[in-house]
Antibody
Framework: KLVETGGGVVQPGRSLRLSCTAS????????MNWVRQAPGKGLEWLTY????????YYAESIRGRFAVSRDNSKNTLFLDMSSLALQDTAIYYC???????????WGPGTLVTVSS | SYVMTQAPSMSVAPGQTATLTCGGI??????VHWYQQKAGAAPILVIF???ERPAGIPDRFSGSNSWNAASLTISRVEPGDEADYYC???????????FGGGTKLTV
């Protein structure tokens, strides 16, 4: 139902845009989140965006460098990442938020590798 | 930001019961959600709002939340339950969503 795209290898200091496209449901019905997982590490929540995009939260680790947005007309969620650092290397997941701020649907993830 | 603590690992024999815990200050005032993540796969939701099961999750999975710890209980553990398990809450004070560090369950 959710598919992330846009991952790849990028040099430190560069930028990258990730996309998350929904199928079989209308994305505008749900708040959305981005979560990442560094190699061999746990899940790290990154950012939340409300249904209309008027309410956004960021984890401190990415505040000021990453920006979340959505285009409900295209059923798509975005994550614009800038000033990428080695420690941003991870699998990035988008997740649909439902009851009690639980994440009931996840994409398979897209791998971002920051390397010189 | 809110902090939740999980044991890094746990081992259980097939057919036994596994109880995984997630500690946090006043965690019983929050709704706790649990995710299962098998190797190489995305997480899936197994318990939401402390003790509710999504459609398709076996009733061997149950949850509870009281005082300073939430729990995920897996009864009649099967080899296929081997995975990492994460708890998660919404920190209403900051708006942040927060994950525990995860427990690796070995069967």
């Amino acid at each position: 139902k959710l598919v992330e795209t846009g991952g790849g290898v990028v040099q430190p200091g560069r930028s990258l845009r990730l996309s998350c496209t929904a199928s079989e449901f209308t994305m505008s019905d749900s708040p959305m989140n981005w979560v990442r997982q560094a190699p061999g590490k746990g899940l790290e929540w990154l950012t939340y965006i409300s249904k209309t995009g008027d309410n956004i939260y960021y984890a401190e680790s990415i505040r000021g460098r990453f920006a979340v947005s959505r285009d409900n007309s295209k059923n798509t969620l975005f994550l614009d990442m800038s000033s990428l650092a080695l420690q941003d290397t991870a699998i990035y997941y988008c997740a649909r938020e439902r009851a009690g701020a639980s994440f009931d649907s996840w994409g398979p993830g897209t791998l971002v590798t920051v390397s010189s | 930001s809110y902090v939740m603590t999980q044991a890094p690992s746990m081992s259980v024999a097939p057919g036994q019961t596994a109880t995984l815990t997630c500690g946090g200050i006043d965690i019983d005032s929050k709704s706790v959600h649990w995710y299962q993540q098998k190797a190489g796969a995305a997480p899936i939701l197994v318990i939401f709002n402390d003790d509710e099961r999504p459609a398709g999750i076996p009733d061997r999975f149950s949850g509870s939340n009281s005082w300073n710890a939430a729990s995920l209980t897996i009864s009649r553990v099967e080899p296929g339950d081997e995975a990492d398990y994460y708890c998660q809450v919404w920190d209403t004070a900051t708006g942040h969503r927060v994950f525990g560090g995860g427990t690796k369950l070995t069967v």
